[in-house]
């Protein structure tokens, strides 16, 4: 990925989010390049299915004809390796169910802690077709919760590069590892150079 620049814009965004601690990592990355981040909380129609670029990319385009704005859908998934990718697609009903505890219950007696955390930004307009980016960050999943920051696996997931779960860490920290921030970086790089500069 080409370095990104600190072109300053006055352009507005909405993300599509209830969680305000995603919005929090998410305004955080695009603040720096000069984009204003709004958070639209409302709920979306989210499509069972394994692919969470089809799940963001459905929800963005419903989105986009109910109002009309411009917008970014996110969608993410904690993948197990002992759990042959469990939870996936379905961890925000997993995180509902049966939470962290549930998943450390799953890995009891696993060696293999293995685990990635995926993003997938979709970004969409009344005048361009749904745009994908999609970060990753592999890691491990802990023993047992640690932190108090952050939000749903975040007190289990360790990522590569460090001896602290995301829940141990500060927005800033998180997102110099996450797959959320990565994700955001490279819409933010295309958002400054493909779109912006065609207005």
Do not use: W
Not at 53 to 60: D, G, L, Q
Not at 120 to 135: D, E, N, Q
Not at 176 to 188: E, G, L
């Amino acid at each position: 990925m080409a370095k990104l620049h600190t072109n300053h814009t006055n352009s507005e965004l909405y993300f599509v989010t209830e969680n305000t601690g995603k919005f929090r990592e998410a305004y955080e990355v695009l603040s720096k390049y000069g984009i204003t981040l709004r958070q639209l909380s409302v709920k979306r129609i989210e499509i069972q299915s394994e692919n969470l670029e089809e799940i963001a990319k459905f929800s963005a385009q419903q989105l986009i004809k109910q109002y009309n704005l411009e917008l970014i859908v996110e969608d993410a998934g904690l993948f197990i390796e002992a759990l042959n990718g469990f939870p996936g697609p379905f961890s925000s009903y997993v995180y509902k169910t049966i939470g962290v505890a549930g998943i450390l219950k799953l890995m009891e007696g696993k060696t293999n802690r293995a685990a990635q955390f995926k993003s997938v930004v979709c970004y969409c307009s009344p005048k361009s077709k749904p745009a994908i980016f999609t970060g990753i960050v592999k890691g491990a999943i802990s023993k047992e919760p640690r932190g108090l920051r952050g939000f749903g696996f975040d007190p289990i997931f360790i990522p590569e590069g460090s001896d602290k779960t995301f829940a141990e860490m500060s927005v800033e920290e998180k997102n110099s590892f996450s797959h959320r921030a990565k994700a955001f970086k490279a819409f933010t790089e295309y958002y400054l150079k493909q779109i912006l500069k065609s207005r």
